[in-house]
């Protein structure tokens, strides 16, 4: 069975995920502002590997627009 943390320990996690959420936000806001995706979009696109580029051609070609 794993062991609990103490409240030191504790307060730590909890500061370090709340810091690392902050970041992930900010990210996913930065990517948002930048290439016009939505929230959705941005994780699609981080976690699939596609560049802004091609996600822009991408979202151009959905709304029926042309490269």
Same mark, same amino acid.
């Given at each position: 069975m794993a062991q609990t943390l103490d409240d030191s320990e504790m307060a730590r996690w909890i500061a370090w995920k709340r810091a690392n959420d902050a970041v992930l936000t900010a990210v996913a806001r930065e990517i948002q502002d930048a290439a016009g995706l939505s929230a959705a979009e941005a994780v699609e696109q981080r976690e699939s590997g596609v560049t $802004?580029?091609?996600?822009?051609?991408?979202?151009?070609? $959905?709304r029926g627009g042309s490269l």
């Open positions: $802004r580029e091609q996600a822009a051609a991408l979202r151009a070609l $959905r």
